[in-house]
């Protein structure tokens, strides 16, 4: 068994996610291969995503891994911003490279280029797309799904006509995120604005949501940004407007990535292993013959139509006649983090009912043969809204309005940390400086994570420097 949350929550985390079989290390220091359970995952919350893509018509496309050096040089915040993450390709066999080529962190000069190419009158806009790929950012300190040197993600990108439509794609990314989060994940969050130290690189203003984790740590959990004219301007993204006029265009960006299911396990996984949704689970329901079933044909006929009708229902859905104990396959299946588990052995056949375990509640019930089809169903639609609630009341214990001073934090840091409880997220009053950000940074390890849209208590004096506030803002550790 992995380590218990509650003895060292991290190294929880890196035993679990490798005994259940989501991923391996690679060879190359700070990448993982997904386990198939693991890129299920993924595809899940991909196919959600496109949804909503295709009802807003904004459609997927795929840009080339490898950027040329004088695309960064364009946007100076940009190649500032990145620079110390980015891995290039200098040489091919033996011949050096004209230009280095980087491994692409994120697409807005790819794209940028591109845009210049393909909009030319208002006609044009908005352009919109959408791709899903792999991007590289050389970490120094990783950890699986939530910091690896190459990750997954999706990256949007638009173009518009005016501020106000790509301020408003912008927002409505960001809702869509949180929709994706709390209702297809489970995983309750934070919405609100990054401050400028925080914001994209090259961004004008940076939108996020925010987790957080079992053990208080905050996760980003996606960004929307609203990227003005910058990369317009860099790129020469020009338009036609009804009145002959050449502008520039207004764009945005904005990504989630496999950072989400970093946040979808450390949200919801216990000390038996993970538990998940159902709506993005690899395994939604395991069949399980028990007893001395060998012995009894009937047993494996029953569990066999019971499987056939589930697949034909759409479930996900396995069926677990292997030697093991009965024991061992709980344990699995439970680590695996399988939604729902139904037994049947000789007594429940002659009974005319199975066994039923939902992975996040103690007791088993019996559920008649003719009473399992509608009872799975309910059970499943309920367990994504149990979840949410779960996390939400244990953010809630874990949230902190009372620290108004550098040493109320620090005080609150150690009482945590001696009581062996989460220190969780802090609501502070900050004074709009970046002195005062570094100071909370560089004595607690506390990060701003966001100046949140719905502000739960305003606070008037900075944690810092006790001058007037100008912003109510969320603090915590982060990973």
């Known amino acids: 068994m992995a380590e218990k949350q509650t003895n060292d929550f991290t190294e929880w985390y890196a035993q ?58 364009k946007e100076a915040d940009h190649i500032e911003g990145f620079a110390p993450e980015l891995p290039w390709v200098t040489e091919v066999g033996n011949e050096k490279l004209e230009e280095p080529l980087a491994l692409r962190p994120t697409s807005e000069t790819m794209i940028g280029s591109a845009f210049s190419d ?88 940076t939108y996020s949501i925010e987790a957080m984790m079992k053990d208080g740590k905050a996760v980003q959990a996606g960004t929307s940004h609203y990227l003005g004219t910058k990369f317009a301007e860099a790129f020469d993204i020009t338009y036609l407007t009804k009145e002959n006029q050449h502008t520039y265009v207004h764009t945005t960006s ?71 104990s009965p024991g061992y396959k709980f344990n699995e299946w439970e680590l695996k983090g399988a939604c729902l588990r ?3 052995g000789p007594r429940d056949l002659e009974n005319g009912h199975v066994m039923v375990k939902i992975r996040d509640l103690s007791e088993k019930t019996a559920v008649a043969f003719e009473d ?42 150690e009482t945590c940390k001696n009581e062996g409880r989460p220190t969780g997220f802090v609501l502070i009053g900050w004074d709009g400086t970046e002195e005062t950000e570094a100071k909370i940074k560089e004595e607690t390890g506390f990060t701003t994570r966001n100046i949140p849209f719905e502000v739960p208590m305003e606070k008037t004096v900075d944690i810092v420097s006790g001058k007037p506030a100008k912003y109510t803002v969320w603090i915590a550790r982060a990973y």
């Not at 792999?134 to 950890?143: A, I």
């Not at 499943?380 to 109320?408: G, V, W």
């Open 16 to 73: 679990t996610i490798q005994q259940a079989e989501l991923m391996a290390y690679s060879p190359v220091k700070g990448s993982i291969i997904f386990r198939p359970d693991g890129y299920e995952l993924w595809e899940h919350i991909q196919e959600e995503f496109n949804k909503f893509l295709r009802s807003e018509d904004i459609r997927n496309a795929y840009f080339p891994m490898l950027i040329p050096r004088n695309f960064f040089m």
């Open 118 to 205: 393909w909009i030319n009158s208002y006609r044009d806009l908005p352009y919109e797309i959408n791709q899903w790929a792999n991007v590289f950012r050389w970490e120094k300190k990783t950890l699986p799904f939530l910091r690896t040197s190459e990750f997954l993600w999706q990256e949007g990108h638009t173009a518009h006509a005016d501020e106000a439509d790509a301020r408003h794609r912008t927002m409505s990314i960001l809702d869509e995120y949180a929709r994706l989060a709390e209702e297809f994940l489970a995983i309750p969050v934070y919405k609100g604005q990054k401050t400028p130290s925080e914001r994209f690189a090259g961004a004008v203003d």
């Open 372 to 413: 399992l089809a509608a009872y799975v169903e309910e059970q499943l639609a309920i367990m994504p809204k149990r979840l949410l609630e779960a996390a939400r009341a244990r953010n809630k214990a874990n949230e902190h309005y009372d620290i108004d001073t550098l040493d109320q934090l620090k005080e609150h840091i």
């Open 342 to 344: 139904i037994e049947c």
């Open 254 to 324: 904005w990504g989630v990535s496999t950072r989400l299911l970093g946040s979808l396990i450390m949200t919801h996984g216990d000390d038996n292993g993970l538990v998940f949704p159902p709506t993005v689970a690899p395994t939604q329901i395991v069949l399980m013959p028990v007893g001395p079933w060998k012995k009894n044909p009937a047993i494996m006929e029953k569990l066999d139509e019971l499987f056939a009708s589930f697949k034909k229902a759409g479930y996900r859905v396995r069926l677990d006649d292997t030697d093991n």
